[in-house]
T-cell receptor, first 112, second 111 residues
Framework: EPEVTQTPSHQVTQMGQEVILRCVPI?????FYWYRQILGQKVEFLVS????????KSEIFDDQFSVERPDGSNFTLKIRSTKLEDSAMYFC??????????FGSGTRLTVV | QKEVEQNSGPLSVPEGAIASLNCTYS??????FFWYRQYSGKSPELIMS????GDKEDGRFTAQLNKASQYVSLLIRDSQPSDSATYLC???????????FGSGTRLLVRP
């Protein structure tokens, strides 16, 4: 069964550092997403990406965040200057239409 | 008012019983409804989607949708200990790309 692949599985970074989280969506999917889940809290939408541009973003997705699809397969989330409150599980997802998302296994980001 | 509300649980049922999980949502513009299962420390896994009023069955799972009451539920028949997880309800509007998740209901199936 096709999978969404995320790397790394765990990232520890110092406050103020930049991090890039990487995702390889399912190959024939067209819509890509980032969600995050702070420990013990609900899954929250960050951003959706379609046709090489952001289609929707949440209030959480401020100027510290950016997304990119640098080639035909990767989809990245960059956090420019990490804060302690950015510590969370970050999930990439993709879909072939606007329904039925498949989530990746996640990257646990710990900011110290 | 929360956009998607779920009882946090835990809901404890014996093995072989029916587990009933409920979800209410506030936005009447919501058109698509999803149930995800999330094991501790893992990513959400899609169980079922439902778009029309009524019931939708897939194996041991049945999703039920009542748009007039803004209510969606998931029934799990013949519950197994491996079904023990947190069940997330998510809703989506046709005009939006994002899924809005509830906080989840923790299900515990006792052997």
């Amino acid at each position: 069964e096709p999978e969404v692949t995320q790397t790394p599985s765990h990232q520890v970074t110092q406050m103020g550092q930049e991090v890039i989280l990487r995702c390889v969506p399912i190959s024939n999917h067209l819509y890509f997403y980032w969600y995050r889940q702070i420990l013990g809290q609900k899954v929250e939408f960050l951003v959706s990406f379609y046709n090489n541009e952001i289609s929707e973003k949440s209030e959480i997705f401020d100027d510290q965040f950016s997304v990119e699809r640098p080639d035909g397969s990767n989809f990245t989330l960059k956090i420019r200057s990490t804060k302690l409150e950015d510590s969370a599980m970050y999930f990439c997802a993709s879909s072939g239409d606007s329904y039925g998302y498949t989530f990746g296994s996640g990257t646990r980001l710990t900011v110290v | 008012q929360k956009e998607v509300e779920q009882n946090s649980g835990p809901l404890s049922v014996p093995e072989g019983a029916i587990a009933s999980l409920n979800c209410t949502y506030s936005d009447r513009g919501s058109q698509s409804f999803f149930w995800y299962r999330q094991y501790s420390g893992k990513s959400p896994e899609l169980i079922m989607s439902i778009y029309s009023n009524g019931d939708k069955e897939d194996g041991r799972f049945t999703a039920q949708l009542n748009k007039a009451s803004q209510y969606v539920s998931l029934l799990i028949r013949d519950s197994q200990p491996s079904d023990s997880a947190t069940y997330l309800c998510a809703v989506k509007k046709d005009s939006s790309y994002k899924l809005i998740f509830g906080s989840g209901t923790r299900l515990l199936v006792r052997p």
